[in-house]
T-cell receptor, first 114, second 113 residues
Framework: TQLLEQSPQFLSIQEGENLTVYCNSS?????LQWYRQEPGEGPVLLVT?????EVKKLKRLTFQFGDARKDSSLHITAAQTGDTGLYLC??????????????FGQGTILTVHP | KAGVTQTPRYLIKTRGQQVTLSCSPI?????VSWYQQTPGQGLQFLFE???????NKGNFPGRFSGRQFSNSRSEMNVSTLELGDSALYLC????????????FGSGTRLTVV
């Protein structure tokens, strides 16, 4: 069972469309991060959210952390072909020993067609 | 500011051999974590080091080990390689320790034949 359920797994859309990626868990996270990864490269951090209910905006990307800190979403407005890539959510579990350990979702492969 | 550097970028090994991968963190970062990424399992946590001490370990067999040096550089070793060890191995460094500010390297692509 995946601790962080990310959906959808695949997303194929046309340029200019909006999309939302979801990350859900039954566990509470002290922080949650979103990464974007290009083929053959490491994940690049987009944002970190730490407070329940927090909303962060990065140009056309909007990130939200659930009130209970168990879920998060990434919304992209007016997608561009340059947004194509693998999007990963990752969280640090609250409590216990979580040194350096991020729990990752399975990822969403986004393809934006011109 | 230099990023996280992983060497080598690509590696091909034969079943049964051992391999050592290297990670140089961002200057000033004392926490280094290692992850294995495969198409089937995604990114899975291997272990984390801070000030030369392993503070956390994931659910991997004992064939996977690591260490950190006094300059924060880290190595991971995989002994008796199996075909299933083929993966992208990523390291990430951070100033802080719990869920903040991780910067990943580009990874080492290990292929076991």
């Amino acid at each position: 069972t995946q601790l962080l359920e990310q959906s959808p797994q695949f997303l194929s859309i046309q340029e200019g469309e909006n999309l939302t990626v979801y990350c859900n868990s039954s566990s509470v996270f002290s922080s949650l991060q979103w990464y974007r990864q290009e083929p053959g490269e490491g994940p690049v951090l987009l944002v970190t959210v730490v407070t329940g209910g927090e909303v962060k905006k990065l140009k056309r990307l909007t990130f939200q952390f659930g009130d209970a800190r168990k879920d998060s979403s990434l919304h992209i407005t007016a997608a561009q072909t340059g947004d194509t890539g693998l999007y990963l959510c990752a969280g640090a579990l609250e409590g216990g020993t979580s040194y350096g350990k991020l729990t990752f979702g399975q990822g969403t492969i986004l393809t934006v067609h011109p | 500011k230099a990023g996280v550097t992983q060497t080598p970028r690509y590696l091909i090994k034969t079943r049964g051999q051992q391999v050592t991968l290297s990670c140089s963190p961002i200057s000033g970062h004392r926490s280094v974590s290692w992850y294995q990424q495969t198409p089937g399992q995604g990114l899975q946590f291997l272990f984390e080091y801070f000030s030369e001490t392993q503070r956390n370990k994931g659910n991997f067999p004992g064939r996977f080990s690591g260490r950190q040096f006094s300059n924060s550089r880290s190595e991971m070793n995989v002994s008796t390689l199996e075909l299933g060890d083929s993966a992208l191995y990523l390291c990430a460094s951070s100033v802080q320790t719990l869920g903040y500010g991780y910067t990943f390297g580009s990874g080492t692509r290990l292929t076991v034949v």
